[in-house]
């Protein structure tokens, strides 16, 4: 082979260099973008949330004598968890649920779980404060419903403002299993702290999918979404600090859909947008396919199925779930 004469290799210096520079200055990699942008977050106090509420959770394991009953009680009010038994015709032992609240030595309230074919179904009570409209304390009663991933649903006893009337009301139902109030904020009233599900399989697998912190309590009698209350902001940081502590490398969409919603809430919806059009996978085509009518009560589409890019998906769902974007 030739040796490179000096003219040539002057003049394939500066091509060396510049590929060199080139690759110096290549684009961050996701988790580097999100770090940098993010980098107030990276330090801020972790959120727990306190929980001194008496309790009870049970379940979940393979229980085979009938549990006995199980009480709590704050103040006046008591609630009280036993189960019901059904035998199958192969012998099999399933159990249901049973949570009976009391105030003022009254029975004002008593559901049940649903079926869930299981010996030990999962279930939690808890008598926490959290409507401030009355004078006495809330049960709060989370029962499993079962199947992948998933369920829990979710109420809330609470009185009238005089006491004179007890109702029932439904948080709603919730990926994962049953749900404890925490105070989140330190104001001694209770929240559920969840995620968005609208979120999950959104764009991605069920485990690739990032939902953004949803928090839920009940006022006046009415579950209320309380979300976006600025009291809830250091709420909110933690759990972005959370978030981009785990960036991954595959299956970014669903992860960039999670981020700007939570972006979002914390008022940076902007920025995070600019950041996702930068980074999101043009290849995928996950949760692209929409409806261009809205779809009727049996959730069928009456129209066409067309398909939209990324950015345009997320920011339909986006609107369509209450998130405000910024563009």
Not at 75 to 98: F, M, N, Q
Not at 264 to 289: C, Q, R, T, V
């Amino acid at each position: 082979m030739a040796p490179i004469s000096w003219l040539r290799l002057s003049l394939l210096l500066p091509l060396i260099f510049l590929v060199q520079q080139s690759a110096a200055h290549a684009a961050p990699s996701l988790a580097d973008a999100i770090k940098e942008a993010d980098a107030k977050y990276l330090e801020v106090p972790d959120v727990e949330g306190a929980d001194n509420a008496p309790k009870i959770e049970d379940g979940g394991g393979e229980e085979e004598e009938t549990p006995g009953l199980q009480e709590i009680a704050q103040g006046a009010v008591k609630a009280a968890l036993s189960y019901s038994e059904d035998k199958g015709e192969d012998g099999e032992i399933t159990r249901t649920p049973v949570v009976t609240v009391f105030a003022d030595g009254k029975e004002v309230a008593k559901l049940e779980g649903e079926g869930t074919g299981l010996a030990d179904p999962p279930v939690s009570v808890q008598i926490a404060e959290i409507d401030p409209g009355n004078q006495y304390p809330e049960v709060v009663v989370s029962f499993y419903t079962g199947g992948a991933h998933c369920c829990s649903v979710t109420s809330v006893i609470t009185s009238s403002a005089d006491g004179s009337a007890w109702q029932t009301v439904k948080v709603g139902e919730f990926d994962g299993g049953p749900m404890l109030a925490t105070d989140l904020n330190g104001d001694s009233r209770y929240e559920f702290q969840t995620r968005d599900n609208a979120f999950l399989y959104a764009f991605a697998c069920y485990a690739c999918s990032e939902a953004p912190l949803e928090l839920l309590t009940v006022e006046n009698g009415a579950a209320k979404n309380v979300t976006t209350d600025e009291k809830f902001k250091p709420a909110h940081a933690a759990y972005l600090k959370g978030m981009i502590s785990n960036v991954p490398d595959e299956d970014v969409n669903g992860f960039l859909a999670g981020y700007v919603g939570e972006k979002i809430l914390l008022g940076e919806g902007k920025p995070a947008w600019d950041l996702m059009l930068g980074y999101y996978d043009k290849a995928s085509d996950w949760g692209l396919e929409v409806c261009n009518q809205p779809l009727n009560e049996d959730g069928a589409c009456p129209g066409e199925e067309v398909k939209l890019t990324f950015p345009d998906a997320l920011e339909r769902m986006l609107k369509e779930n209450g998130y405000k974007v910024e563009k």
